[in-house]
């Protein structure tokens, strides 16, 4: 049952909204609007070194502008989407991530991928199965949160490590 329009035919929400989305709202509009304040961040760089430190050399990120920027794709016995994070345990920010990736490659070859979310910092590897009306109904409220006003922060956790706790809370 694909929806109307294909997630792979819009351009404007990406992979990048999707975990932003379900990390916080006030981070998904901010983003959305280039509001960067924090390219050094210490998280972010943590991530782009676990990123490259584990990613084989062999293996090339796909990146579709303004869509989606895959850590690696491989084909074995069918597609595998693989995405590699920082963590000790999945969240719901990389699972949301890899689903839509899962998704946007589902509709642009046809034929249904397995996902894989890596955590090299604990050695595991999560398989993840593909979920259309998940993917559509987050997309349906990334368009609804990018079109209103800025959502009112609420401090949680990642607030403290996040590129924006100046400009919410100072
Ligand atoms: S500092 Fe907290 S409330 Fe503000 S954007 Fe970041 S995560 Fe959201």
């Known amino acids: 049952?694909?929806?109307?329009?294909?997630?792979?035919?819009q351009r404007g929400v990406t992979g990048n909204h999707f975990f932003d989305f379900l990390s916080c709202t006030t981070r998904l509009w901010l983003s959305n609007k280039r509001i960067n304040v924090g390219l050094d961040n210490e998280h972010i760089m943590i991530g782009n070194y676990i990123?490259?430190?584990?990613?084989?050399?062999?293996?090339?990120?796909?990146?579709?502008?303004?869509?989606?920027?895959?850590?690696?794709?491989?084909?074995?016995?069918?597609?595998?989407?693989?995405?590699?994070?920082?963590?000790?345990?999945?969240?719901?920010?990389?699972?949301?991530?890899?689903?839509?990736?899962?998704?946007?490659?589902y509709e642009l070859t046809e034929k249904e991928p397995l996902g894989f979310l890596h955590l090299p910092q604990v050695r595991k590897v999560v398989k993840v199965i593909r979920d259309e009306k998940k993917v559509y109904d987050a997309y349906n409220e990334i368009v609804k949160v990018l079109s209103g006003p800025c959502p009112k922060p609420k401090l949680k956790p990642i607030c403290v490590g996040c590129s924006f706790m100046e400009m919410c809370w100072a």
Request: with cysteine; net charge positive; glycine share 4%.
């Open 51 to 105: 990123d490259e430190k584990t990613k084989p050399r062999s293996r090339k990120r796909l990146i579709i502008q303004g869509l989606c920027s895959i850590d690696y794709i491989e084909e074995k016995s069918g597609i595998e989407v693989h995405e590699v994070k920082k963590g000790r345990t999945p969240t719901e920010p990389h699972y949301f991530q890899l689903l839509f990736y899962m998704q946007i490659i």
């Open 1 to 9: 049952m694909l929806q109307n329009p294909k997630l792979s035919e």
